[in-house]
């Protein structure tokens, strides 16, 4: 019975992915940890569970979206070496931090990342115009701040989605595009990160959690292995279905809709840690 839930989380992340272009680890971390206490999971394992999981199938889904993306020419390799230089450090450093908090304080600050989240897709405040061309010369140091810029941010993009268990597009995507490159190749490099994200947070959060007293079967350190497989197995399925939805349902209600769940869910973990809920 279990398994099918976990069939049904990758169908409703991997449609949302889709239809609203976010990363599905936004839905996939909230869902996992009410899930996981639901089903009894010791409480100082199954927040840390709960992330190591979704960077696991951030993985696998990272790299067949980068596939597609590369096939249209919508990955900048180049601009990814530097970007993915930075995330490997990062992401390792952000998936440390993680297991070193406790479990309610790590809920905790998912939820006010989920209602920060929540307030940005509102638009509040509102986005500013854009007042420069978008760099297509392919020459890296024609790209603002150049490889050290780059490498520096992929640092900071890294911490923070292994720390949170997310793919870093909410963090990535408006970084290329301020930094003047194509939204198509923003979003197509921005999947490619997704990959040294999710690898290294996954690594990172087995060794650690490798001793950790109180895990469920079928875990290996942090990463519950059903959640993965359930997840992985339709998420990729409901994304491709949730971007040809896109083109037919009204983008901005769903988005609002969607900041509003954001709030509930963050608001939710945020009481919890106080131990108001």
């Known amino acids: 019975m279990s398994f099918l839930l976990y069939l049904l989380v990758g169908a409703i992340a991997g449609l949302l992915a889709g239809l609203l272009g976010i ?15 639901a089903m009894g999971f010791q409480p100082h394992v199954l927040t840390h569970l709960a992330v190591g999981s979704s960077l696991a199938t951030i993985t696998v889904t990272a790299t067949a979206s980068s596939w597609e993306h590369h096939r249209r020419g919508g990955v900048r390799w180049k601009i990814f070496l530097f970007l993915a230089a930075g995330i490997a450090v990062g992401s390792f450093l952000g998936a440390k931090t993680a297991t070193l908090l406790q479990g309610p304080a790590l809920q905790m600050l998912i939820g006010a990342f989920a209602v920060a989240v929540g307030v940005k897709m509102l638009g509040l405040p509102g986005r500013r115009p854009e007042t420069t061309p978008p760099v297509r010369s392919t020459a890296l140091h024609k790209l603002p701040g150049g490889p050290p810029a780059l490498a520096a941010a992929g640092g900071v993009i890294g911490w923070v989605a292994a720390m949170f268990g997310i793919g870093g597009g909410l963090l990535t995507v408006p970084y290329l595009t301020w930094r003047r490159l194509p939204a198509r190749q923003a979003v197509g490099t921005s999947a490619a990160c997704g990959i040294p994200i999710g690898l290294v947070g996954t690594l990172t959060f087995i060794r650690t959690g490798w001793q950790v007293g109180g895990l469920p079967d079928w875990s290996t350190g942090f990463v519950y292995w059903p959640a993965v497989l359930g997840i992985v197995l339709t998420s990729m399925i409901c994304a491709r279905l949730g971007a040809k939805l896109a083109h037919k349902l009204p983008g901005q209600t769903l988005r609002r809709i969607f900041a509003v769940l954001l709030f509930v869910v963050g608001i939710k973990f945020l009481l919890s840690g106080f131990g108001l809920m």
Do not use: M
């Open 23 to 37: 990363g599905g680890g936004l839905i996939i971390v909230p869902v996992l940890i009410i899930t996981f206490q």
